[in-house]
């Protein structure tokens, strides 16, 4: 109960950044080619912007555990009820907005202008897995290309780390 004040107006803040798209849609960045403005989300300075994978995966997951503890409170079950379905309407657009046909793994962002951003940012494909917003055909068959693309790269195993990146 103490929580709750809290973990509604979050919950507000996520659900106010939905758009017609069903995923979390950054209003101030574009994301297009150009525009040189800093991130939606907490990485570096690549300019993300418009639809971000790392976010909308973050949201899920965020909107998944809210869900849970409103469940626990009698007075906010509708409030449990709207996060699951939010989540789960997430989960149903991110591969069409955010799956690279061309290369089986999740692209970062797709800029308002429609263009689909990917340079193998392993960081935004391990959350996307982890948290489930692929099935798992589509899951494997990312990390088979992430791990060729990597291995193409000259790098044949993490034992120096992983880079962020794996297409300049």
């Not at 950044?17 to 994301?31: M, R, W």
């Not at 951003?117 to 068959?141: I, Q």
């Not at 990312?142 to 791990?147: D, G, I, M, P, Q």
Request: hydrophobic share 40%; aromatic share 8%.
């Amino acid at each position: 109960r103490q929580i709750e004040p809290g973990l509604s107006a979050a919950v507000d803040r996520v659900l106010g950044q939905i758009g017609d798209e069903g995923l979390l849609v950054c209003k101030d960045l574009s994301g297009n080619l150009g525009s040189y403005r800093w991130s939606s989300n907490s990485m570096d300075v690549v300019g993300f912007g418009h639809i971000d994978g790392y976010v909308n995966a973050w949201a899920y997951r965020a909107l998944r555990n809210a869900a849970a503890l409103f469940e626990d409170l009698p007075s906010s079950r509708n409030r449990a009820g709207q996060c699951r379905e939010a989540a789960a309407r997430l989960r149903e657009h991110y591969a069409a907005a955010l799956l690279n046909p061309a290369t089986g793994w999740v692209a970062g962002w797709r800029s308002r202008d429609g263009q689909l951003h990917d340079y193998g940012f392993t960081w935004v494909n391990g959350v996307a897995l982890a948290f489930g917003l692929l099935d798992a055909e589509a899951s494997r068959k990312a990390l088979v290309n992430l791990e060729r693309k990597r291995e193409d790269a000259g790098l044949p195993n993490a034992q120096l780390g992983i880079p962020c990146n794996l297409l300049p």
